[in-house]
């Protein structure tokens, strides 16, 4: 019997995941691959945390590095620049909201829970920065979202292998959210990492197969918003794509993911409405 994870506990707040909720992305960046350089100056940033927050994002996810195939990845300081200005004055304008710092580097993930960031967001599963474990589980209640990715964002989709890209990545979450409970995390939330070293087949075996991951009884999150997954697969452009990432999202909810991490806020809270009512 499963004993699945009902709460997660961010910096003293509570949120309640017994209902799948919606994480809301905003890119503080010029080279995200769907939105770039939408949201690189403050007002247009906080106009759009105002809009995902009024259309139910559960939680606001801030990052300032690209992390599409091919990027370079950003220095501590080019996102420390970034982050923590917009982070302090979104907390003035939603002192009830709960954000997610998307970073692979311990200095910022610190700087970020300093300056009131409830929640880290890191795509290499700490395993690029050696400090971002110990650093991070030292504080209480600072929930880690534990992303897998084959390579680095650079060569990541060059000849991705798999002998079975799900029992791979649950061998991965395995030894990593052990190693985290040992050091002193108390929520981790498993993210298999569409699109990040893994081919478009890879992707879509890992959608069918991601129920293998209830068996750690962690929340689960699929971040499919948009990727190349869908709209390569369709030959469409991301922007075109909102349509193929509900289809995508309604089955990641049956696979068991408790948050859907997206552009688009609205129609994910309307995906899980649907869903909840046919389950």
Known sequence: MFNPQMTINCAGQLINIEDPIVMGIINITEDSFYDGGKYLKVD???????????????????????????????????????IVPLLKFAKKEFPE??????????????????????????????????????????YKNIPFILMHMQGKPQSMQNNPKYEDVALEILDFFIKQSAK?????FHDVILDPGFGFGKTIEHNYELLKKM??????DLPILAGISRK????????????????????????????????????????????????????
């Open 44 to 82: 247009a940033s906080i106009k759009q945390i105002e809009k995902l927050l009024s259309e139910g994002a559960s939680i606001i996810d801030l990052g300032a590095m690209s992390s599409r195939p091919g990027a370079i990845l950003s220095k501590p300081k080019e996102e420390l620049e970034k």
């Open 97 to 138: 909201a709960i954000f997610s710092i998307d970073t692979i580097h311990s200095e910022v993930a610190v700087a970020s829970i300093e300056a009131g960031a409830h929640m880290i967001n890191d795509i290499s599963g700490g395993s690029f920065d050696e400090q971002m474990l110990p650093k991070i589980g030292a």
């Open 180 to 184: 985290m409970i040992e050091i002193g």
């Open 211 to 216: 129920h293998t991951f209830k068996i750690l």
């Open 228 to 279: 190349s997954m869908l709209y390569k697969f369709l030959g469409i452009e991301a922007h075109q794509a909102l349509n193929a990432t509900s289809v995508a999202n309604f089955e990641a909810l049956n696979q068991g993911a408790s948050i859907l991490r997206v552009h688009d806020v609205k129609e994910a809270i309307e995906v899980i409405k649907i869903w909840k009512q046919l389950n």
